[in-house]
């Protein structure tokens, strides 16, 4: 499929994602993003598509799972507020351990560890930590799984190494 022909493919389909993005989102703002994002997937991505496959069926999973790892990943980073008497009061679990306030002390100091980390090392694991799978860091950085699960558990020993002082706190 050719470049003019993959594009022809993509925008004939423009209707019929967003209505699917509707119906993932129920939000138009939010399915109108997530429309935009599969078709920078699947432009990215373009060299992945095999000829004599579902073009649709292909462009549709790619949206069903940026849906599903964007949802992955704002449940892991939601908050749940209160809104009674106008007023926001975030909610606290009650069986959640909440930082001393020496731990920022050891917050700055590991973040300084991460930092001096060289790039092949800080990259995948500063992006594991924002809550990237594997996979989607391998994709990211074009390297094999195996080399990003490596680099994530030699940095997980070299920031051990370096922080052994926080180890027993």
């Known amino acids: 499929m050719t470049q003019v022909q993959f594009n022809t493919a993509l925008l004939g389909l423009s209707d019929k994602l967003h209505y699917y993005a509707l119906s993932l989102t129920s939000n138009s703002e939010k399915a109108d993003d997530l429309l935009q994002e599969t078709f920078l997937k699947a432009l990215t991505y373009r060299d992945k598509f095999r000829q ?3 073009f649709k ?8 799972n ?3 790892n964007d949802y992955r990943r704002n449940v892991k980073t939601r908050n749940t507020f209160d809104s009674s008497n106008n007023d926001f009061h975030l909610i606290f679990s009650k069986d959640k351990v909440y930082p001393a306030p020496d731990s920022f002390y050891s917050t700055k100091e590991i973040n300084k560890s991460i930092d001096v980390l060289e790039k092949e090392y800080k ?10 799978k594997y996979k989607e ?18 940095t997980r020993k070299k920031l051990e190494k370096s922080l052994h002082e926080y180890s027993n706190n």
């Open 52 to 54: 004599n496959t579902n």
């Open 57 to 64: 069926a292909w462009i549709y999973t790619i949206m069903k």
């Open 66 to 68: 940026t849906f599903i």
């Open 123 to 132: 990259v995948p694991f500063t992006m594991f930590l924002d809550g990237y």
């Open 137 to 154: 860091i391998a994709e990211k950085l074009e390297l094999p799984l195996g080399t990003v699960k490596s680099r994530i558990f030699f």
